[in-house]
């Protein structure tokens, strides 16, 4: 990279071109040199004490760093921020000030730069004036700058410095926000995989995907139901399906990704995605396009990385989103058979009246 800052970045100098407003100009040249930040204590880091020549957010909380890094693990596991919220509150950890955990705060405190040696000013990462790259602090750190780009991707949208060179682009959060890939799943675990297997009105298997129906005095296990109007209806008890679904998946996949090995390579379209961004007149559906292979690569490469090594026991530490891209990666779909003629409803549960579809176009196929 040229000596020259790219559009967007901040310099580590006082004088350079686009420097903040004079009320930022204290904090940019310890930023300059690589000085650890003021302000609060962040969540990780050990507040400074003068006897013990500790600088202000410089040295690694023994305790907290170990749940920072564990969320980013989380995170880049592909587990929700309210996944992680929920496992922070369970642990009896509070924030550094001593407040309870939200979504937003996780999300804040795992694409904070510092994480990994990296500071922002005013929207914009700090440079090396000499060498124009980002200048990495003097702080102890619990990533690396491959992974907090890969976490800030996860909230594109929300961040207006681009992960991807880290360019300052205010626009970025005024933009309609998109969820994360792993906030995307439904609210039960099968929704949209099961399918009712009972003669419709007209004679033909119904189809239809069954819904979830919350625990109530008339579920009290919650159900699967087909609602359509063209049905006579099915309805199966929800925890039971859940379970049977979740074995037959569990085996799937260790048997099928239990000798996978973790794969981090780089995506291989980076140096490519480099050159169209440094080109005279950048080409923007060009670069977009570029962009969107590259999220794909790497949200395949979480995917597989989440199951290499695979065993039945890690089923249980998944969360909901994990577990319907798990589900989705093996089943196309489950037919739910009606019950036998003469069969009462209340009889024991069949898991023969459950039908899997298995996909036949992915890594981790149940053969």
């Given at each position: 990279m040229k000596a020259?800052?790219?559009?967007?970045?901040v310099p580590g100098l006082p004088d350079a071109p686009g420097a903040g407003a004079?009320?930022?100009d204290g904090r940019r040249a310890p930023a300059?040199?690589?000085?650890?930040?003021?302000?609060?204590?962040?969540?990780?880091?050990?507040?400074?004490d003068e006897k013990a020549g500790r600088g202000h957010n410089q040295v690694l909380h023994p305790v907290e760093s170990r749940y920072l890094r564990a969320a980013i693990d989380m995170a880049l596991a592909g587990q929700s921020e309210r996944t992680i919220t929920q496992w922070l509150i369970r642990e009896g950890i509070a924030t550094a000030k001593g407040g309870r955990w939200t979504s937003t705060t996780v999300r804040n405190?795992?694409?904070?730069?510092a994480v990994c040696g990296y500071r922002a000013l005013g929207g914009a990462i700090v440079l090396d004036p000499d060498t124009g790259e980002p200048r990495r602090g003097s702080w102890e750190t619990v990533a690396t700058p491959e992974e907090w780009k890969r976490l800030c991707a996860r909230y594109n949208g929300y961040y207006k410095i681009n992960p991807a060179d880290l360019t300052a682009d205010p626009e970025r959060a005024r933009r309609p926000r998109t969820r994360p890939a792993a906030r995307a799943a439904g609210k039960y675990l099968l929704s949209g995989i099961l399918r009712c297997g009972r003669l419709n009105l007209s004679g033909q298997v119904c189809d239809s995907p069954l819904v979830g129906n919350p625990v109530s005095k008339r579920t009290p296990h919650g159900s699967?139901?087909?609602?359509?109007?063209?049905?006579?209806?099915?309805?199966?008890?929800?925890?039971?399906?859940?379970?049977?679904?979740?074995?037959l998946v569990a085996r799937a996949l260790a048997d099928r990704c239990g000798r996978l090995t973790p794969d981090h390579t780089p995506w291989p379209g980076?140096?490519?995605?480099?050159?169209?961004?440094?080109a005279e007149r950048p080409p923007a559906r060009r670069i977009e396009e570029a962009e969107r292979q590259r999220e794909a690569y790497l949200a395949r490469q979480a995917l597989h990385n989440l199951l290499a090594g695979f065993t039945e026991e890690r089923w249980d530490a998944l969360d909901l989103?994990?577990?319907?891209t798990a589900i989705g990666e093996v089943l196309r779909a489950v037919v739910i058979r009606p019950l036998p003629p003469g069969r009462a409803t209340r009889a024991p549960f069949d898991p023969g009246l459950l039908e899997p579809v298995y996909r036949t176009d992915s890594l981790w196929a149940a053969p």
């Open positions: 020259t800052s790219p559009p967007g970045l004079p009320a930022e300059g040199r690589g000085d650890g930040p003021g302000g609060p204590r962040r969540f990780g880091w050990l507040a400074a405190m795992i694409t904070n730069p699967y139901a087909c609602n359509s109007s063209n049905c006579r209806g099915l309805a199966r008890r929800m925890d039971l399906v859940d379970q049977h679904i979740e074995r980076e140096p490519d995605l480099d050159a169209l961004r440094a989103a994990q577990k319907r």
